[in-house]
């Protein structure tokens, strides 16, 4: 007989009269699976205590009860199911790799005590919290998805080894590696990469070939072809289908780009064109024409553009630091995305 119980994982006591409520019953745990989580996306900077702690909760607080109740019975599995972005530096998710980090820490513990313990840093599944709109942005930095056959495999095979820590990921590492941003310490994988696949970062490897494909262009030429690859860009970071068409001069926002995505669609044109792009590029420029105008001034492709002037909020934006600017990107998006839901 299967049952089903809705409790809050992080809840003690419910926690605590459920296991009690077990031990009584005549079919003893033996097993635990803890794969509770919740998002709260947004930059650290703007991260208030109250959705730090909602990240937390569910996901590393419940795993600290799960695994004090649990101490003195005889189980034959702890297994606890962690996240890749933990490793690969999920962008705006910190709370969320942080409530990660807190299970592996766990499985450390339990496995120095004598007790069994797995933390799984698992990469996408085919179904799950991340897919849909997240799951362009994770195929375009070399990702692939896990499906359920395929996981519980892994998953048997990781019980069997006795395995603590792991994460279980389809991953190109050409691919991924050469599309780290600048200031990555790329040495934190090099245990971990094939050795021939981590080539040296050049123009090439780094996806620069959109720049080099646009100053080979005539001028009459380029416009379109920069909005057309403008346009194949944002339209994965959105998760729209691949023949859909974008509005040049419609901002990004009024199609479905929110906070993240924004993020995502700078660093992925900045991996593009192999060029540091600011972090309020589409706050400073929110329509795929804006964006074409500024970039052909930032790759220096033909004589400079005009572009609107900088007004005085553009002004302060340039003074801050990229954290500041990003988090400030961030807050006015999700004030934005707000306000329509209003």
Known sequence: MVSVRQIDAGDTVAMTALVDELARSTAPLRGVIHAAGQLEDGALLGLHASRLGAALRGKAEGARVLDALTRRLPLD???????????????????????????DAVAQARSRAGLPATSVAWGLWGEGMAAGAGRAGWASRGLGTITAPGGMARLERLLREAAVSVAVLPIDWPRFLSGLPGGVDRSFFAGLAPRKSTPPRSSAAAGGGLAARWRELRPGERRDAMLEDLSRQAVQVLGLGADTLLDARRPLKEVGLDSLMAVELRNQLARAVDAALPATLLFDYPTLEALAAFLVQRL???????????????????????????????????????????
């Open 77 to 103: 599995f702890f297994v606890l199911y962690s996240a890749a972005g933990v490793l690969l530096g999920p962008a705006g998710q910190g709370a969320y790799a942080a409530a990660n980090a807190a299970l």
């Open 300 to 342: 220096e492709l033909s004589p400079a553009e005009a572009l609107p002037a900088a007004g005085g909020e553009r002004r302060a934006v340039a003074s801050m630091s990229d954290e500041e600017a990003e988090a400030l990107l961030l807050a006015e998006l999700d004030d934005r995305d707000d306000g329509k839901r209003s």
